[in-house]
């Protein structure tokens, strides 16, 4: 089986180049396609990227910053499929590392992989929902292909056959317009996995291989707000204050919380991921983000683990380089 893994980088040549050699550890024989951003070119030279066996380098250099990932994935697809025959297709990102072999096992099993989220309504604790909702160009798509629902998932371990995948990134060329964007927020999050399940099975989609801190934060901040809205309105507190000023607070400890990097990827994480520790993972492997729970990952396949600080000498990219 050939693995495509497509990386959108921007940092440090060292720190890409770690991540290539992480990539090449845990799984075999993968072909590595980089999408290297506008941004990089400022600051470094590819000298250092260039032959490695296996890995390419995308010659279109779009901008890889957040909320702005979408297109890059998509043009990674369409220059690796001109050059290596492969099976599967990986989404990943540069603050990803694996620390575990196996996932040809469990991609192989699969016509894709992602999360089930299904955006029911606006109302959601996760933002982006209101954005997807409004975003006039995924409506467009959904038209095109006769799909009713958004599907959401995280990029980073979801993975389409190249069948699939084929059709994905066709329907996204064909009816995406760059020029034409609305709000900014994670488009590649809704778009790869809402129209792939138009196509699949759900009965044939396994789950995100790689564990994420993101969700942790989620489910803490979820949490917390449940708490303050249900005692700003059911306490008659919005009688008093605005609205206004109320959700200007829901800002401030929204941002505070994240400031803190209380759900950052510790030692103790990476060795749950490492060992297949089912338990520990088991306690991070479903959000409810209002309305209704949804399954983050198959419990026990989980290769790799988000987010890695983009620093070479960084204790725990540190600490996994050295298993």
């Known amino acids: 089986?050939?693995?495509?893994?497509?990386?959108?980088?921007?940092?440090?040549?060292d720190v890409i180049l770690d991540q290539i050699n992480n990539i090449k550890k845990y799984i075999e024989k993968p072909i590595i396609v980089l999408h290297v951003s506008k941004s990089f070119?400022?600051?470094?030279?590819?000298?250092?990227?260039?032959?490695?066996?296996?890995?390419?380098?995308?010659?279109?250099?779009?901008?890889?910053?957040?909320?702005?990932i979408l297109l890059p994935?998509?043009?990674?697809?369409?220059?690796?499929?001109?050059?290596?025959?492969?099976?599967?297709?990986?989404?990943?990102?540069?603050?990803?590392?694996?620390?575990?072999?196996?996932?040809?096992?469990?991609?192989?099993?699969?016509?894709?992989?992602?999360?089930?989220?299904?955006?029911l309504q606006k109302e959601s604790m996760w933002w982006p929902a209101q954005a997807a909702w409004e975003d006039r160009q995924l409506r467009k798509i959904m038209n095109v292909i006769?799909?009713?629902?958004?599907?959401?998932?995280?990029?980073?371990?979801?993975?389409?056959?190249?069948?699939?995948?084929?059709?994905?990134?066709?329907?996204?060329?064909?009816?995406?317009?760059?020029d034409d964007k609305e709000e900014i927020y994670t488009r590649e999050e809704n778009y790869f996995s809402t129209i792939a399940s138009a196509f699949v099975d759900w009965g044939k989609v396994g789950y995100p291989?790689?564990?994420?801190?993101?969700?942790i934060f989620d489910r803490c901040l979820w949490k917390l707000r449940t708490i303050t809205r249900t005692l700003y309105y059911k306490c008659g507190i919005h009688?008093?204050?605005?609205?206004?000023?109320?959700?200007?607070?829901?800002?401030?400890?929204?941002?505070?919380?994240?400031?803190?990097?209380?759900?950052?990827?510790?030692?103790?994480?990476?060795?749950?991921?490492?060992?297949?520790?089912?338990?520990?993972?088991?306690?991070?492997?479903?959000?409810?983000?209002?309305p209704g729970y949804f399954q983050l990952y198959d419990v026990e396949n989980v290769y790799a683990v988000k987010r890695i600080a983009r620093d070479y000498g960084d204790k725990v990219r540190t600490y996994i380089r050295n298993f």
Not at 1 to 13: D, L, T
Not at 77 to 106: C, H, K, P
Not at 260 to 286: C, G, L, P, W
């Open 1 to 13: 089986m050939k693995i495509v893994v497509s990386v959108p980088v921007h940092e440090k040549p």
């Open 73 to 119: 994935h998509v043009s990674n697809y369409f220059y690796i499929r001109e050059i290596e025959m492969f099976d599967y297709f990986l989404f990943q990102a540069s603050n990803d590392m694996f620390v575990r072999r196996g996932i040809e096992d469990y991609v192989g099993q699969y016509e894709a992989g992602f999360c089930r989220r299904v955006i």
């Open 146 to 178: 006769g799909q009713r629902q958004i599907v959401a998932t995280q990029i980073e371990g979801t993975f389409l056959r190249r069948d699939i995948a084929e059709k994905v990134m066709s329907i996204i060329k064909n009816n995406y317009t760059p």
């Open 41 to 68: 070119f400022g600051q470094y030279s590819l000298e250092r990227l260039n032959n490695i066996p296996d890995v390419y380098i995308n010659p279109e250099n779009l901008d890889t910053v957040w909320g702005d």
């Open 209 to 215: 291989t790689t564990y994420s801190e993101v969700h």
């Open 239 to 290: 009688l008093l204050i605005r609205d206004r000023i109320y959700f200007s607070f829901e800002a401030r400890y929204n941002d505070r919380l994240f400031k803190s990097h209380f759900n950052r990827i510790t030692k103790k994480a990476v060795e749950a991921v490492r060992d297949n520790n089912q338990k520990y993972i088991m306690r991070n492997s479903t959000l409810n983000d209002y």
